[in-house]
């Protein structure tokens, strides 16, 4: 009997085929995760800069709309990259808006603990750096 070398490509377990409608599901599903994340992030970040813009002596009508700016974009960017990534486009095509992404997500960051930082909280600027954490009142 002969056993397969480590380079083969047969796989240990038998391969199954994934119809078209699981891959579709599967791509629903990540899509939706994506969005819902992207969401509860908008969410939390919205009262943080709105507190860091009145902080800052902002006007307190244009305060509530920086965040917004920036959690849009990456927003749009994650779904956009998303939607490029399943139609095929190439990583390399997809690096500007990644990069982009990053450096937006990075703002988002910044301006979320940049609030606790200017008050001495470090301990919270560490908590809210964690948008799943979002403290009480």
């Known amino acids: 009997m002969q056993t397969p070398s ?3 490509d047969s796989p ?6 994934v119809s078209v409608s699981e ?3 599967t791509q629903r599903i990540v899509t939706a995760t994506m969005l819902t994340i992207a969401a509860l992030t908008f969410a ?3 009262g943080n800069v709105w ?6 002596g902002v006007a307190p009508w244009l305060a509530p709309l920086i965040g917004p700016a ?5 927003i749009g960017l994650i779904v956009g990259v ?3 990534a399943l139609c095929g486009v190439r990583a390399a095509e ?3 808006a990644r990069l982009l992404l990053a450096f937006s997500g990075l703002a988002t960051l910044a301006l979320n603990i940049a609030e606790p930082i200017a008050g001495g909280l470090y301990g919270k600027a560490a908590f809210e750096a964690s948008p799943h954490s979002r403290p009480g009142p």
């Open 82 to 84: 998303r939607h490029l």
């Open 23 to 25: 891959e579709a599901f």
């Open 70 to 74: 920036v959690d849009l974009s990456v």
């Open 12 to 17: 240990s377990l038998p391969a199954r085929r």
């Open 44 to 46: 939390f970040s919205f």
């Open 6 to 8: 480590p380079d083969s």
């Open 51 to 56: 507190s860091l813009g009145l902080r800052l």
């Open 94 to 96: 997809l690096r500007p």
